[in-house]
Structure formats: structure tokens, C-alpha cells
């Protein structure tokens, strides 16, 4: 069963404007932790943002956040003030004990 | 503080040859793993470390061996090389902080792009 679903597998969005993009997940564990990471054309892996599974607030790191909904197992990332340098592929990760597990990706497309 | 270095960069094998991708960190991480990425997915675990000395396979570790005799290094070798092992291969180095294993920030080296002919 997949762990990780990201169901979107493009994305557009205009210049300065906000962009969700969705990733839920699927774990029994009540302790796990929540990773964004971005791979541009050059293909190296960047980090965004991380979430705690037991952390109260939405995680925030400048223009990223992520939109934590527990019951739901869902942790979108929201880029808000979108980039023409945020176009990449965004993965979502989870960790359970020592072992991560990536979804799919979106790619993102920003449009000046 | 080179962070994680992998080499090669790029690397062309023929069916049946075996080959060690490089991988080092100086960060002094006690945890190391090694993904491969294929087109249009995400990355999938091989084999991991929590330590020198310590290994364990992940979802994919089937044609891949790893040993971690220092902190440093994280060699993943290929024992007999197939098409299906053409790939994009990326290390990671991490250590856990203050909330333990789950808040950890894994760096990743650049990767190497491997083709099996």
C-alpha cells in the first residue's frame, strides 16, 4: 500500500500567487515526522520543511508551510508568493523510525 | 565542509559488471542511506545506517550490497549489474536532534546517474 500520495502529478501556477500542493499519508505509528523537499532541473535534493506528528502548530520556514490536518493524515505545502525559481519537482517524505519513505512528487510549474 | 560527496557523477555499465558508487560525508552523521530514483517517481529506500558497523536493507535491496566500516563513507556496491539498475542514485546523511530520530534533516549528495547497457 502506497505511504505516501501525492496526487498531483503537474501543477501550474502565476507568479506571486499562493500554491497548495497535496500530500497525504498512511501510518499507524502514532510518532512520525512530515518532510518537503524540492529537486530542481539540476537535480539535487533540497529541504523545505519539516512537521512533527505530535507538533501543535503548522510548521512555517519563510514562504512555506504546511498545512497539517492529523485527522485527516494529510500535509499539504503551501508556497505562497510563488517564484519564477520555485519551478521544481516537490516531494513529500514521511519518517517512521529510522526509515523514509518519498511520494511520487509534483512538478510545479510558475508562470511569469 | 564539503557536506555529503558522492562520485562518480555519471557512469555507463555493461550487463553483468560490477561497480562501488562512493559516498562521504563530514558531517559526522550517524545515519546514512542510500535511494535510487527512477523517471517520474519519488526516491526508494536500498539499504541505510544508524551507525559504523550497522546496516539494514531497505524497500529495494535486492543486487545491492553496503557496509559502514567508518562514519564517514557509505559505499553501496553492485554485484552484477542489469538494465533495471539503470537509475539515478542519491546518499543521504543525517543525524538525529533534539527530538530524536523523527526530527532529523537529511543532506543529500548530488547523486550519480547510472546506466546499465
Known amino acids: 500500500a502506497q505511504k505516501i500520495t501525492q496526487t498531483q502529478p503537474g501543477m501550474f501556477v502565476q507568479e506571486k500567487e499562493a500554491v497548495t500542493l497535496d500530500c497525504t499519508y498512511d501510518t499507524s505509528d502514532p510518532s512520525y515526522g512530515l518532510f518537503w523537499y524540492k529537486q530542481p532541473s539540476s537535480g539535487e535534493m533540497i529541504f523545505l520543511i519539516y512537521?512533527?506528528?505530535?507538533?501543535?502548530q503548522n510548521a512555517t520556514e519563510g514562504r512555506y508551510s504546511l498545512n497539517f490536518q492529523k485527522a485527516r493524515k494529510s500535509a499539504n505545502l503551501v508556497i505562497s508568493a510563488s517564484q519564477l525559481g520555485d519551478s521544481a519537482m516537490y516531494f513529500c517524505a514521511m519518517r517512521e523510525g529510522v526509515v523514509k519513505v518519498f511520494g511520487a512528487g509534483t512538478r510545479l510549474f510558475v508562470k511569469a | 565542509n564539503a557536506g555529503v560527496t558522492q562520485t562518480p557523477k555519471f557512469q555507463v555499465l555493461k550487463t553483468g559488471q560490477s561497480m562501488t558508487l562512493q559516498c562521504a560525508q563530514d558531517?559526522?552523521?550517524?545515519?546514512m542511506s542510500w535511494y535510487r530514483q527512477d523517471p517520474g517517481m519519488g526516491l526508494r529506500l536500498i539499504h541505510y545506517s544508524v551507525g559504523a558497523g550497522i546496516t539494514d536493507q531497505g524497500e529495494v535491496p535486492n543486487g545491492y550490497n553496503v557496509s559502514r566500516s567508518t562514519t564517514e563513507d557509505f559505499p553501496l556496491r553492485l554485484l552484477s549489474a542489469a538494465p533495471s539498475q539503470t537509475s539515478v542514485y542519491f546518499c543521504a546523511s543525517s543525524s538525529p536532534q533534539r527530538g530524536g530520530l523523527l526530527t532529523d534533516t537529511q543532506y543529500f549528495g548530488p547523486g550519480t546517474r547510472l546506466t546499465v547497457l
Open positions: 558531517m559526522n552523521h550517524e545515519y
Open positions: 512537521q512533527g506528528s505530535y507538533d501543535q
